[in-house]
């Protein structure tokens, strides 16, 4: 009888762990399925910040930041802004890169046709050359705050 007690703790926990074990998969799949339908009328925000080879002069910048302006005339695109790094004394801020751009969308799914649109492909091509790290944030504008 003794050697029947381990054996009964070792079924009931292998039962146990099959039972949550299921319940947690179950709860991801629910989760993942309500963000993605929830997600879907949420603003989003796409940032982009670019470092720039050495010898990109002043004036390749300018136009960089002129071709960037323009993604604004894509029809999924609600707002564009664009701009240098901000110079801080401040640790904590990465004032490194050469150019910010962000853009803000309705939704993931503008964000979406953004990143397909042959024009975006092509003005990335003519931005692309002249960079040499990039690094893009997306995420959603849960604030919903304009002045």
């Given at each position: 009888?003794?050697?029947?007690i381990?054996?009964?703790i070792?079924a009931t926990?292998?039962m146990l762990?099959t039972?949550?074990?299921t319940?947690?998969?179950h709860?991801?799949a629910?989760?993942?399925?309500?963000?993605?339908?929830?997600?879907?009328?949420?603003?989003?925000?796409h940032?982009?910040?670019?470092?720039f080879?050495s010898?990109t002069?002043?004036?390749?910048?300018?136009?960089?930041?002129?071709?960037?302006?323009?993604?604004?005339?894509?029809?999924?695109?609600?707002?564009?802004?664009?701009?240098?790094?901000?110079?801080?004394?401040?640790?904590?801020?990465?004032?490194?890169?050469?150019i910010?751009?962000?853009l803000?969308?309705?939704?993931?799914k503008?964000?979406?046709?953004?990143n397909?649109?042959?024009?975006?492909?092509?003005?990335?091509?003519?931005?692309l050359?002249?960079?040499?790290?990039?690094?893009?944030?997306d995420?959603?504008n849960r604030a919903?705050?304009?002045?």
């Amino acid at each position: 009888m003794k050697n029947c007690i381990p054996l009964r703790i070792a079924a009931t926990l292998l039962m146990l762990y099959t039972l949550m074990s299921t319940s947690i998969v179950h709860a991801s799949a629910s989760a993942a399925e309500e963000n993605s339908s929830v997600n879907s009328d949420i603003p989003v925000v796409h940032t982009v910040l670019f470092w720039f080879k050495s010898e990109t002069t002043a004036e390749t910048v300018a136009n960089i930041t002129n071709i960037a302006s323009s993604y604004g005339s894509l029809p999924m695109v609600r707002a564009v802004y664009v701009g240098d790094s901000l110079p801080s004394e401040r640790e904590v801020v990465d004032d490194s890169f050469g150019i910010a751009i962000t853009l803000l969308f309705d939704s993931e799914k503008d964000l979406q046709a953004y990143n397909a649109d042959p024009e975006h492909a092509r003005k990335s091509k003519q931005i692309l050359p002249y960079v040499t790290r990039g690094v893009i944030y997306d995420f959603y504008n849960r604030a919903q705050t304009h002045k």
